[in-house]
């Protein structure tokens, strides 16, 4: 540990715009009512960033992959986060990051709340402790980001300066965030045309362009009534501090403030009449040139500002009073009539498209083992891995003493090799004195022995040990899966995209029990949702070689573990670990299917992150 003034500083730096032709991880986020940008989960943010390849304007139904999230759909257009029964809008934006850092890893960080749930913190913040808990620095201070927080990562702890509180905080895995390459597009919402005709008369963009007519005009309507003393009184002027929204994607909040002078001219009495474009590609919507959903902060409808705001000969629909058997949620279908009634278009509304998880029904006679492996079913016990030896004897198993000190820091304690571990002090131990240094045998860097020791007490404790600096594995890593059940065998069915080759199916069962000593909370009960799942993978060469190495991270207890979940919220629960799998069998909206070309590689690279690679498969 270091010692006291010798933690880490947090310097406040911009994300910046990124480089052409670069890989970077794409995290959507919302603002909030205390103006903090916070993310959505990794699976929200695959489902946005696929609706957005298909149209950039179009609009996101985030219920389709997260239940929670049924009320909210995102318009791409105006950047918006709309909720359908009440109303509010928030400000959505789309923002990079490096694809090691926290959210390209899938690592979330959480604290405590009031409740005993967890809370993730925001995303820059996130990725800030993620840096310093992969250099073990002892502690972090978050005073320059704007918060008085103190983050203990012995006691795993974040502690108030002010009111010296304490709350606890956690670490997670969690699906990794959408990794983009390219050109990546300058501008972060799409600017609203001001062209003119009938509206599209399809399903979709009537519910679109009537949800943005009615809350234009009842934004205009609550500008009128808030300043409507002033704009009647032809001599009456002021200033309003409005909202400018940035043209770059940069680290910095999207928006900045601007003075605009307060006249009769800003907020016109007149009725609001929308216009409608009607081009497929490019729908847009202006109200007197201006695209009114680009404004800060909430904004709540209700029945009579929405009454009101109807231009005059515009008839009004009236809302049925749905009973709840039909295909649309109430709440939803009675909040889109009121927007539609207040821009004089008639309720239509669509079913979104469901995910297809499973194939066709199967005999379990057509289910053959898959070629070259032996067997169709593995099991894993609670004693399965052994335990690693004393931590001494693994650090000393994979390094050598180093006599002549390099002038450079331990990445461990941040203190200089040739001065005393930052740990003196805090661990004991007989056989390392805090002054050695040993240098791993493999990658070649060099840490305080005492250093990797407390490192080593700090994880797993499987005999493994894995360097801070490039992430190189010596030994057998293994994780902390509760015991349960994997079978694997050959289905007659195609996986969209590999037309030519059946389909692999991966069928993992995970029973419900209590939580040991490697667990976060040992003795308490965990949960097990939605086992048994189902994941896929291609019948051809690329696809029985990853199932070859999944029967090896199984073995090592590296495809799932105990955390909480990112789509339930739900604590104690067993979650995915690092190794991502599709659980889609037919179609790809949540990105966990196929067509993805691109997933047998990435899949091979995650396992070979593990310490499960091609290197591990015997001929």
């Known amino acids: ?88 809008m928030r400000p959505v934006q789309r923002n990079f990051y490096e694809p090691s850092s926290a959210p390209g890893k899938g690592v979330v960080w959480e604290w405590e709340n009031d409740n005993g749930s967890w809370t993730p913190y925001d995303m820059e913040i996130c990725v800030t402790i993620q840096n310093a808990y ?78 943005r007519a009615a809350s234009n005009a009842i934004l205009a309507s609550q500008r009128r009534k808030l300043y409507g003393g002033q704009a009647g009184n032809p001599g009456a002027t002021g200033t309003l501090t409005v909202v400018r929204q940035s043209n770059t994607f940069a680290g910095t909040s999207l928006w900045s403030p601007t003075s605009l002078p307060l006249s009769n001219a800003n907020f016109p009495c007149s009725p609001v009449m929308p216009s409608l474009s009607s081009a497929h590609g490019h729908h847009a919507l202006t109200i007197n040139g201006q695209n009114n959903l680009n404004r800060p902060g909430t904004q709540r409808i209700s029945m009579g500002t929405a009454r009101g705001a109807i231009p005059p000969g515009v008839p009004a629909l009236p809302v049925k009073n749905l009973t709840g058997s039909g295909p649309v949620h109430p709440a939803l279908a009675g909040m889109t009539g009121i927007l539609m009634c207040a821009a004089g278009l008639p309720v239509c509304l669509t079913r979104a498209p469901k995910p297809i998880l499973h194939p066709p029904p199967i005999n379990k006679s057509d289910m053959k083992p898959v070629p070259g492996i032996n067997g169709m079913r593995r099991k894993t016990k609670k004693k399965h891995l052994r335990r690693g030896k004393n931590p001494e004897d693994v650090v000393r198993r994979y390094t050598e003493k180093i006599k002549v000190m390099p002038d450079e820091d331990c990445t461990i304690c941040m203190e200089r090799l040739v001065m005393s571990s930052g740990y003196e002090g805090v661990l004991q131990h007989k056989g390392i004195k805090p002054e050695l240094v040993g240098k791993l045998g493999k990658c070649g860097h060099m840490y305080h022995l005492l250093c990797l020791v407390a490192m080593y007490n700090n994880g797993n404790k499987d005999g493994s040990l894995q360097c801070p600096t490039c992430k190189t594995i010596y030994g ?49 009960k965990f949960s097990a949702r939605g086992f048994p799942r189902h994941c896929y993978l291609p019948d051809n060469e690329k696809g029985r070689k990853v199932l070859k190495l999944l029967i090896m991270a199984w073995d090592r207890r590296l495809i799932f573990t105990i955390g909480t979940s990112s789509t339930t919220g739900e604590s104690d ?38 310490g499960v690679g091609e290197d591990n498969l015997k001929d």
């Open 1 to 88: 540990m270091a010692r006291p003034g010798s933690g880490l500083l947090v310097p406040v730096n911009g994300l910046g715009y990124p480089p052409q032709n670069l890989a970077r991880v794409v995290v959507w986020e919302w603002l909030n009512e205390h103006g903090r940008w916070r993310p959505y989960s990794a699976a929200v943010c695959h489902h946005i960033e696929n609706v957005l390849k298909g149209d950039a304007r179009g609009t996101v139904v985030l219920g389709q992959v997260d239940g929670q999230l049924s009320p909210y759909i995102i318009d791409l257009q105006s950047m918006h986060q709309f909720r359908q029964d009440t109303g509010t």
């Open 134 to 211: 992969e250099k073990q620095h002892p502690w972090l201070d978050l005073t320059s980001l704007g918060f008085c927080y103190l983050i203990d990562f012995n006691s795993m702890s974040q502690t108030n300066r002010q009111s010296q509180r304490k709350r606890r905080l956690r670490r997670r895995m969690d699906l990794a965030y959408p990794l983009i390459m390219g050109s990546i597009p300058k501008s972060q919402s799409w600017p609203v045309g001001a062209s003119s005709g009938q509206p599209c008369s399809c399903q979709q963009c009537i519910l679109v362009n009537s949800t």
């Open 476 to 524: 057998e890593k293994t994780g902390t899966q509760p015991p349960g059940k994997m079978e694997y065998h050959v289905i007659p069915h195609c996986l969209p995209g590999y037309p030519d080759s059946k389909t692999i199916r991966i069928v993992y069962d995970i029973p419900a029990g209590i939580q040991t000593n490697e667990h976060p909370n040992p003795g308490k």
């Open 573 to 610: 629960t067993v979650v995915w670990n690092e190794i991502h799998h599709k659980t889609e069998f037919g179609s790809n909206l949540t990105g966990h299917g196929y067509p993805d070309p691109n997933y047998l590689d990435n899949v091979l690279t995650e396992l070979s992150a593990q």
